[in-house]
């Protein structure tokens, strides 16, 4: 079975500063994993994806991840936080087949001015 | 852009009655699912559908069921409401050839159902 864990529910920083949001994975098969935000009262939105190709990948609003298979890790930054992205961000990870997401307990970002 | 439209934003209802969920999209695709959102636990997969009349239980199934009669349309019913089904509930859509086309699922902005 496939599985996320995100460390940390609630992650605060301070405009400006780097943000870094972590995400480990368990699959026993070569995984595809995602990041997504929720803003408030609004649904889920991609961020980025890894599907095996480059393992940095490059994300919308300056988001990156990189996936480390010998840490099986998917950890989401962005070297300069803005108070926009405050919101709530989800890790989760797919088969090969992408017909199901698992998704981890979600990381909520706090930006102070 | 894909668009997938849950018919209401909030929603009250008493224990016991029976709810209806609808979600809509508007892009041909074949998955459809329903996952409830709660605090500290992320989102829980409910239901999904493969096509038409198909649904396949997911990790959370019980006290709900499912209706896929269109391609576009996927409904999610509680038989007999409770307290303890008071939630956010998101409806996400996906092609069937996602792993080729590189689409992973598109949500909906959600209900948010509370049960008195």
């Known amino acids: 079975a496939q599985s996320v864990t995100q460390l940390g529910s609630h992650v605060s920083v301070s405009e400006g500063a780097l943000v870094l949001l972590r995400c480990n994975y368990s699959s026993s098969v070569p995984p595809y994993l995602f990041w997504y935000v929720q803003y408030p009262n609004q649904g889920l939105q991609l961020l980025l994806k890894y599907t095996s190709a480059a393992t940095l990948v490059k994300g919308i609003n300056g988001f990156e991840a990189e996936f480390k298979k010998s840490e099986t890790s998917f950890h989401l930054t962005k070297p300069s936080a803005h108070m926009s992205d405050a919101a709530e961000y989800f890790c989760?990870?797919?088969?090969?087949?992408?017909?199901?997401?698992?998704f981890g307990t979600g990381t909520r970002l706090l930006v102070s001015p | 852009d894909v668009k997938v439209t849950q018919s209401s934003r909030y929603l009250v209802k008493r224990t016991g009655e029976k709810v209806f969920l609808e979600c809509v999209q508007d892009m041909d695709h074949e998955n459809m699912f329903w996952y409830r959102q709660d605090p500290g636990l992320g989102l829980r997969l409910i239901y999904f559908s493969y096509d038409v009349k198909m649904k396949e239980k997911g990790d959370i199934p019980e006290g709900y069921s499912v209706s896929r009669e269109k391609k576009e349309r996927f409904s999610l019913i509680l038989e007999s409401a409770s307290t303890n089904q008071t939630s956010m509930y998101l409806c996400?859509?996906?092609?069937?050839?996602?792993?080729?086309?590189?689409?992973?699922?598109?949500f909906g902005d959600g209900t948010r159902l509370s049960i008195l």
């Open positions: 996400a859509s996906s092609p069937r050839d996602s792993l080729y086309s590189n689409q992973p699922q598109h």
């Open positions: 989760a990870v797919s088969d090969r087949s992408f017909q199901k997401l698992v």
